[in-house]
């Protein structure tokens, strides 16, 4: 086993951690320093190149006000012989500042077909890249 990889679900958690985070607005320098921790610290906890322990889990649902359960929602899963992982797009592009900012816009509009309008275009412009 390479030990260098990043376990599906340790990433998983990172990313989850880094959602959170930008949720709630909090720097990495303010969590880092809830945590007894520096901002640099809480980079490689939620770029997944250092493991977050139990206990450390624990402490960042509490400053992140969140049960431990949060960072274990819509987890990855394998298929039944270990192959590729499943993943969630939409966990994905709300653990980026774009994509949380584009998702807090998008459900300011109250217009049904603008939406509509909006995802057609976002769809386009997907197909282009």
Excluded: W
């Amino acid at each position: 086993m390479n030990t260098k990889s990043v376990d599906a679900t340790d990433k998983h958690v990172s990313r989850r951690v880094r959602m959170r985070r930008l949720m709630l607005g909090v720097s990495q320098e303010r969590l880092g320093d809830a945590l007894g921790v520096s901002f640099q610290q809480v980079q490689k906890y939620e770029k997944g190149t250092n493991r977050i322990s139990a206990s450390r889990l624990q402490q960042i649902a509490d400053v992140l006000e969140v049960p431990i359960a949060f960072f274990f929602e819509e987890i990855p899963t394998t298929d039944a012989k270990g192959g590729a992982e499943a993943h969630n797009d939409a966990s994905e592009l709300l653990a980026t500042t774009e994509g949380l900012a584009l998702a807090r816009a998008f459900t300011q509009i109250r217009k049904s077909k603008l939406r509509q309008c909006i995802v057609a275009v976002v769809e386009q412009l997907a197909e282009r890249e």
